[in-house]
């Protein structure tokens, strides 16, 4: 329960901080302390596959690509060019995070086994991680996915094609619309010439 | 272990969906293939047929009720009525896409929206709340989308507000739900029903957040600051789309959570705020469509007040109610559409049919266009010889038998203030204009949004004669 609260406090504190940062680089901090927190949440009501899940995707994956994404799109606008002292700025909370992060994770792993009083044969804290029947396992998640709610899990996949396929449309395709190949020959042949005038400056 | 648990009426029990799902890849594939040969009216083809056989799907599967994918989708009456009233709404603004849309992205434009259809058909059957949220995001994803699919800056200002707020109201939509689910332990509608629940304060927290989330899907007034802004700069079929589409969508969910999944006795507490809420909407959105010169916000600020009047009609909870609510809102569409449908008949690559000014002596330049357009503002204004007179007649009957003569006393008040707006459309249509602004004839021959106005037209006449929906929509549930 205590750990409850503790992670609880850090997950609305870091998603507090990641909606007020000024720099999007501390941002996206915040939402790594968080997900993190929510992982150990995950953990502490033994949904271990969902929590291994957090951190795989989202503080892998979806992260990375934020970075990715803040890192193309502001590379040399200003608070990326403040001069010596920028380094240790955004050190300095990133081995917080990865401080924070580690604790709350040990702090949701012995919370989780401290909620759940049925240790595993082989003496693994986490509990029979995987097998049938309990709460929050593999065996039982994968099943209610494939089974009980296989419509949704089906639908999500349209959700995705969706989003894809948006994206694609609203970044927009640049070349010029052409109704018939013949114009389409045209315009290709227009290109090719205006790249050989410029190879000859 | 049973490893397949769903037989052949599950999987038919989503065939509508799937139809369409199937369409819209083969619109991409196409284009794909065949870019220069496709032209646009191709993947439109490809989009309608896919439309008609998911319409005829669904069909198919009136009054067959049974519930799919262990309650997560089922299928009946209810939901055939509401998957056919998104086929239409998908039909006409396909049409109205062949007319006006960007050739480029024609393809990918066709895909999303028989995407989103597909969400705001799962909607239509959704049974559990998970059902239900994926439909709503699957349709609101693609209507982002959608929205900002032209290269004009107010249709992207319209697709990131449009992201923005809605998502905001996801959000709500889903904590409502945790909280459902936290007090009823399942995800299915049938479960909230249970009468203990009733003294559960996370029952009464959790319906509270999701029907504010709904509420602002129904764009109903305190949440409806996203319509008009979105409307106005969204691509004309898609508005159209949306129009109908969404609210449609909405509206079954609402009506399934109202009818269905609430305990018993409950119904009066828990839904009062969304009667004061329409009754708002009904006043506050004609009110706002008077200083309106564009006639995409004209509408929305319409669809605003429609959506209350269609409410009035639920209000009771009878099941009178609900066959009203549903007449109402298959007239709407058509009368909605054919607006739109004239509006984009007389629009060039400027969407010049949105604006109030080009309308100004259209009754001499187009006079068949120009009747149409003022009998569909009749309908919508709810006069005498059209469909939405009776709608208004019939919701008000059921609204003073159930005990909300005061929803109704606001209808009226509301359609009173509403018939200046519309007939200002009107009267610029008429009247002889002072400031002799020549409107060019942007478009000479638009048969396709022709037809649709015809249709529309068709539409709204034939549901004067045809003033009832059938009565075994009901059951909702099982």
């Known amino acids: 329960m205590i750990a409850f609260w503790i992670v609880g406090a850090i997950v609305v504190a870091s998603a507090v901080w990641t909606v007020t940062a000024r720099k999007p680089v501390y941002s996206v901090v915040g939402l790594l302390i968080n997900f993190a927190a929510l992982a150990a949440l995950y953990l502490s009501l033994s949904a271990e596959f969902l929590a291994v899940i957090q951190i795989i995707v989202y503080s892998g994956a979806i992260l990375i690509l934020f970075l990715f994404v803040i890192a193309l799109l502001s590379s040399g606008v200003a608070p990326f060019a403040q001069g010596p002292n920028r380094l240790p700025r955004i050190v300095v909370p990133a081995v917080a995070i990865v401080a924070v992060a580690l604790v709350g994770l040990v702090a949701g792993i012995n919370g989780a086994a401290i909620l759940t009083p049925s240790v595993s044969p082989s003496g693994s804290p986490l509990g029979p991680v995987g097998s049938a029947g309990v709460f929050g396992s593999v065996a039982d998640f994968g099943k209610a996915l494939f089974t009980t709610h296989l419509l949704p899990f089906e639908v999500t996949a349209l959700i995705l094609m969706v989003a894809v396929i948006g994206v694609v449309m609203l970044a927009g395709d640049q070349t010029p619309y052409v109704g018939s190949s013949k114009q389409a020959a045209r315009v290709e042949r227009q290109a090719r010439e205006a790249i050989l005038r410029g190879g000859d400056r | ?478």
Not at chain 2, 96 to 109: F, H, M, S
Not at chain 2, 415 to 439: C, E, F, N
């Open chain 2, 1 to 478: 272990m049973i490893l397949n648990p769903f037989g052949t009426a599950d999987w038919m029990a989503i065939a509508p969906i799937v139809a369409l799902a199937i369409a819209s890849l083969l619109v991409l594939l196409a284009d794909l293939v065949a870019r220069p040969a496709i032209s646009r009216y191709g993947a439109v083809a490809i989009g309608l047929l896919g439309t008609a056989a998911a319409a005829v799907l669904a069909a198919m599967q009136y009054g067959h009720v049974y519930a799919a994918f262990f309650g997560g989708f089922v299928t009946g009456g209810f939901t055939t009525v509401f998957e056919e009233i998104v086929a239409i709404a998908l039909a006409g603004s396909l049409a109205l896409y062949a007319t006006l849309g960007d050739p480029k992205r024609i393809g990918g434009t066709v895909a999303l929206m028989l995407w989103g259809s597909c969400g705001a058909m799962l909607m239509a059957g959704a049974a559990n709340l998970m059902t239900i949220f994926l439909g709503l995001e699957l349709l609101s994803l693609a209507l982002y989308c959608l929205c900002g699919m032209v290269d004009r800056r107010g249709a992207r200002e319209s697709a990131l507000k449009y992201l923005i707020l809605s998502s905001t109201a996801s959000g709500f939509l889903l904590f409502g739900m945790a909280l459902l689910f936290g007090a009823s332990g399942s995800v299915l509608l049938a479960d909230l029903a249970r009468p203990q629940l009733a003294a559960n304060p996370l029952f009464w927290m959790g319906s509270g957040l999701f029907l504010i989330g709904l509420a602002f899907k129904m764009s109903l007034v305190p949440f409806h600051a996203w319509a008009p802004d979105v409307y106005e700069g969204a691509p004309l079929p898609v508005t159209a789309y949306m129009s109908v589409a969404t609210k449609a969508a909405t509206l079954a969910v609402f009506a399934r959570v109202l009818y269905a999944a609430l305990p018993a006795g409950t119904a009066s507490h828990v839904m009062l705020p969304v009667w004061i809420v329409a009754g708002i909407s009904m006043i506050a959105g004609n009110v706002g469509m008077l200083a309106q010169h564009d006639l995409k916000r004209l509408l929305a600020y319409s669809g605003i007040a429609q959506v209350g009047y269609i409410l009035t009609a639920m209000a009771g909870g009878s099941a009178l109610g609900l066959r009203y609510a549903i007449y109402y809102l298959v007239a709407y569409t058509f009368m909605n559409l054919g607006a739109f449908a004239v509006a984009t008949a007389i629009s060039g690559e400027h969407e010049e049919g949105a604006r109030l000014v080009s309308y100004a002596g259209l009754a001499r330049r187009r006079p068949w266009l120009a009747a149409a357009m003022t009998f569909f503002m009749l309908a919508l204004a709810g006069m005498p010889p059209t469909a939405g007179f009776l709608g208004k007649i019939l919701i008000l009957a059921t609204s003073a038998d159930s005990g909300y003569a005061w929803l109704g006393g606001l209808l009226v008040a509301g359609t009173a203030i509403s018939l200046y707006a519309y007939a200002k459309v009107v009267r610029a249509m008429y009247l002889p204009q002072s400031g002799d602004h020549h409107v060019a004839d942007l478009r000479p021959i638009a048969p396709l949004a022709w037809i649709s106005v015809t249709l529309c037209l068709i539409g709204v006449i034939a549901m004067t004669f045809y003033p009832l929906t059938p009565s075994n929509v009901l059951p909702l549930l099982r």
